[in-house]
């Protein structure tokens, strides 16, 4: 690249190794604290789950960014290169937004038919229906609501 | 690929005074074959994000969904109940051969043949390391705790309760809301070193049984009593998790482990081609090394991504 010499470049290469084992190591520790196996019952917390949780998107979209500005070296590219791939992944925020939405109707409309699923059956009126008798029973053919 | 490159070159050298319609003009400053390479890049973005999103839709859809650190807690070497120690190590390879990787391309840059040659041998290697790491962890799954496709034994407690033994009646083994369990299956060892161990001790004919029922392909469903809810009486048995998981499980890791795989193939075909002197005569400071080097930080980024959606969260 011609952006930093040889020597530079080396140590920033292996700074960034100690900086993504680290960032990976945290990432590990918030995971397992936040289901309660470095200290039980932290688990039980709900607001937890989502402090950890958005914790562990930040740190991931920062280990992707460090990948591929330093990595990749998108910081010495023109901006209209980096402009031109980058741009187009706002479009998944919007996915994302939009597919939880709808995973979370999903849900909550199995929920509703599984209750409304559960509701006793309401009585038919007996005067209402025209039936036979067989063998004893009842066999009601037609119901004239 | 080589070819192109080439015919390119020339154009370039031919069209420094023409129009911008004469070819040989670079956009953004930067090659063809990168420019491509970047965009290829951003549609498999794409791709695997849309997979991603279709996991979580699916997650939210679903009342309960496998813990990640009770499904993933084995390691080779008979570790068990060491939450995603194994799939952390399988990270550090991946970031270790990214870094190795960018070292290639340092060398490549100022023409260092050998050192090339060396440091893309080391990232191979990590490479084939990770590859190796996930079939354990695939045959595990598999074979030892018998998830697949279309059958997820990983299912989760929503009501309180308390275990029954093989005879019907109530043991001290008490389940709390939230509880993970595995659902074993007959005659097999099932790697998670913990309760329910003796099963050649009962009978496991398929069927209803007192204290469990076993479905047709053998796996083991035990039952307990509800003691909580509006269900608090009744003896219920464990069901079996998220039927989607395991699909989007093996898909998803297995279509980032074929980008490992053919990164893999194609690291070693240009370690071949820069140990041949290839790149060295056409003097562009490797850049077939820095664009398989883009492919490989991709695959590392990806990763970054199914381990925070599969393993973290």
């Known amino acids: ?145 | 690929m080589a070819t192109t490159d080439t015919v390119i070159e020339k154009q370039g050298m031919q069209n420094q005074s023409g129009s911008a319609w004469d070819g040989g003009n670079e956009p953004f400053k930067a090659s063809y074959g990168k420019l491509m390479m970047w965009y290829f890049l951003l549609s498999d973005a794409f791709t695997f994000a849309g997979f991603l999103i279709a996991y979580g839709a699916l997650r939210f859809s679903s009342p309960t969904w496998p813990v990640p650190d009770f499904v993933f807690s084995t390691a080779p070497f008979g570790i068990h109940d060491a939450p995603l120690i194994f799939v952390t190590v399988m990270s550090f390879l991946l970031i270790i051969s990214s870094v190795t990787m960018v070292r290639a391309v340092q060398e490549g840059q100022r023409e260092n043949k050998n050192g090339v040659v060396f440091w893309m041998l080391l990232t191979i290697l990590g490479g084939i390391g990770f590859l190796g790491c996930q079939a354990w962890e695939w045959t595990n799954l598999i074979a030892t705790e018998h998830m697949t496709v279309d059958v997820n034994p990983f299912g989760t407690h929503t009501e309180a309760g308390v275990y029954l033994d093989a005879d019907g009646k109530e043991t001290e083994e008490v389940i709390e809301v939230g509880d993970s369990y595995l659902i074993h299956k007959a005659g097999a060892g099932h790697g998670e070193g913990d309760h329910g161990g003796d099963h050649a001790a009962h009978d496991y004919s398929a069927g209803d049984h007192a204290g469990y029922f076993v479905n047709e392909e053998g796996f083991i469903q035990r039952k307990f009593l509800v003691t909580e809810g509006p269900d608090a009486g009744m003896v219920k048995m464990e069901s079996f998790g998220p039927k989607a998981f395991g699909a989007l499980f093996f898909f998803i890791t297995g279509f980032h482990g074929f980008h490992v795989f053919s990164g893999v193939v194609f690291l070693f075909i240009i370690m071949i081609n820069a140990g041949s002197g290839l790149y060295m005569a056409r003097k562009n400071g490797h850049e077939m090394v820095e664009k398989i080097g883009l492919y490989w930080h991709f695959v590392d980024l990806v990763w970054v991504f199914v381990f925070l959606v599969f393993y973290l969260l």
């Not at chain 1, 999903?106 to 599984?114: A, Q």
């Open chain 1, 1 to 145: 690249m011609g952006h930093l010499s040889y020597e530079e470049s080396k140590k920033l290469v292996y700074k960034g190794l100690v900086l993504l084992a680290v960032v990976t190591l945290v990432e590990v520790f918030f995971s397992l604290l936040g289901k309660g196996h470095i200290i039980a019952g932290l688990e039980d917390y709900n607001w937890l789950a989502y402090v950890v949780g958005l914790i562990l998107i930040v740190l991931s979209l920062y280990k992707a960014y460090f990948i591929i500005y330093d990595f990749m070296h998108m910081r010495y590219e023109v901006k209209g290169l980096a402009v031109s791939v980058l741009l187009p992944c706002a479009l998944l925020i919007w996915a994302i937004i939009a597919f939880f939405q709808e995973g979370t109707s999903w849900k909550n409309r199995r929920e509703l038919i599984k209750e409304k699923d559960e509701l006793p059956a309401k009585d038919q009126s007996k005067e209402n229906l025209q039936g036979m008798m067989l063998e004893g029973k009842v066999v009601e053919f037609e119901f004239r609501g």
